[in-house]
C-alpha cells in the first residue's frame, strides 16, 4: 500500500508561501505566521484545499497555539467542505527542523484524533508529519509533501456542465454546393472580362494609328492576347458549368425503387 501523502492545491501553497515571504507592515524582519488548513482526505491522501491564518501576533520566537482560536476557526469554516486537521507554520530564517513547541503543539493538537502538520521557511522549503493519538501512538515524519490539484467529480461535473453549455461543435463549411468554388471561379471570370476589355480598347487605339510594320507587329501581339484570354474565358465558363450540374445532382434524390431498370434519364427528370 502507498503510504500516506499531504498534497496541497497549488493555489493554497502559493498563498501559503504568500503570507510566509510577508512582512508584517513596519517590521524590517520576517515573522512566524501560524494558520489550518481545511483538508480532505481521500486514497491515503490528505488533500489541502484551503488555507486559513490563526490569529496571532507576529514573532520570531515559537508559539504555542491557543485552543480557542482554533475552536473558533472550526465554526467560522464549518460551511468549507473537509477538516480543519492540518496546521501549518513558518520558520523564518531557520531551517525546516520540528522544534520542541512544535512537537508540544502536534501532540496537543493529535491527541483527540490525527493532525498533520507542514513547517515552510522563507527559502521555499518545507516538512511535513503526522501525529496521531487513537488508537494508539504514532508520529510519521517527513511526510511526502507535493503541489498537487484536488478535484472531486463534483466539481468536474460543473466544469463539464459549463464546457457543453459553451463550446460547439463547429457547423461543417457550407460547400455542398460548391459556393466558395462558384464564387472563385466567377472573380476568376469577372477579371478576365475586364482584361480583354482593356485589350479590345487598345486594338482600338492601335487601329486608329497610321499604318506600319509596328502596328501590323502590335496589333497580332494584341489578338494573341486577347484570344489567350478567351481560351481561359471558355475553361472558367466549363468549370462554372460542372459546378452547376453537381448542383443541380446533389439538390434531387431519386428513389431507385421508381426507376426504370437500365433505362437512364437526365439528372433532374427523377421526379
Ligand atoms: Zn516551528
Known amino acids: 500500500m502507498q503510504g500516506v501523502e499531504i498534497h496541497y492545491e497549488p493555489h493554497v501553497y502559493r498563498q501559503i508561501m504568500h503570507w510566509v515571504t510577508r512582512k508584517i507592515a513596519g517590521e524590517a524582519h520576517l515573522k512566524e505566521v501560524s494558520g489550518f488548513c481545511k483538508v480532505v482526505v481521500r486514497d491515503n491522501i490528505i488533500h489541502a484545499t484551503h488555507a486559513f491564518l490563526a490569529p496571532q501576533t507576529g514573532s520570531s520566537v515559537e508559539t504555542d497555539i491557543e485552543a480557542d482560536d482554533l475552536s473558533k476557526l472550526v465554526y467560522d469554516t464549518r460551511n468549507i467542505p473537509g477538516e480543519l486537521q492540518l496546521w501549518f507554520h513558518s520558520h523564518p530564517y531557520m531551517s525546516t527542523n520540528w522544534s520542541t513547541t512544535d512537537h508540544r503543539n502536534m501532540i496537543a493538537l493529535g491527541s483527540p484524533g490525527w493532525f498533520a502538520a507542514t513547517v515552510f521557511n522563507d527559502k521555499w522549503e518545507h516538512r511535513s508529519a503526522i501525529y496521531q ?9 517527513e511526510v511526502p509533501t507535493k503541489m498537487a490539484s484536488y478535484v472531486t467529480t463534483a466539481v468536474m461535473a460543473g466544469w463539464d456542465e459549463e464546457f457543453d453549455r459553451c463550446v460547439k461543435a463547429k457547423p461543417p463549411v457550407n460547400d455542398v454546393f460548391g459556393d466558395v468554388a462558384y464564387e472563385k471561379l466567377e472573380t476568376e471570370r469577372d477579371s478576365l472580362i475586364i482584361e480583354s476589355e482593356r485589350i479590345e480598347a487598345m486594338i482600338v487605339k492601335e487601329k486608329k494609328k497610321r499604318n506600319s510594320a509596328k502596328k501590323v507587329q502590335v496589333l497580332e501581339f494584341l489578338q ?47 421526379l
Open 133 to 141: 493519538a487513537v488508537p494508539f501512538v504514532h508520529f510519521v515524519d
Open 224 to 270: 494573341e492576347k486577347l484570344d489567350s484570354i478567351e481560351v481561359a474565358y471558355e475553361a472558367v465558363e466549363k468549370k462554372l458549368r460542372d459546378l452547376d450540374y453537381a448542383d443541380l445532382q446533389s439538390s434531387v434524390s431519386c428513389d431507385p425503387g421508381n426507376s426504370y431498370s437500365g433505362n437512364t434519364y437526365p439528372v433532374g427528370d427523377c
